[in-house]
């Protein structure tokens, strides 16, 4: 029985049913597209946010160790440095 309704239906109205498939093969389409680009932007996202972070501790283990009056050196201070004492990094 059901086979037989939907034979009739396609035989009246074939072109709005294929109409109707592609519209939501479209709307598949563009969802994947859509979720696919998302994707691709929060990967980009976390490359850039795992660069920063290493950076960050390139420069922590460059600054490690070093007393004040050096790292106002480094800063560039120059001649303002002389005034800070080294103490203990």
């Not at 309704?5 to 519209?23: D, P, Q």
């Amino acid at each position: 029985m059901p086979l037989a309704v939907l034979s009739t239906l396609l035989k009246m109205n074939g072109r709005s049913i294929l109409f109707g498939l592609a519209a939501v093969a479209a709307l598949l389409a563009a969802w994947w597209l859509f979720a696919a680009g998302q994707h691709h932007e929060q990967a980009k996202s976390d490359r850039a946010s795992l660069r920063a972070y290493e950076e960050r501790n390139r420069i922590d283990e460059s600054l490690d160790g070093l007393s004040p009056h050096q790292l106002c050196r480094r800063a560039g201070g120059g001649d303002l440095c002389d005034s800070v004492r080294g103490g203990a990094p």
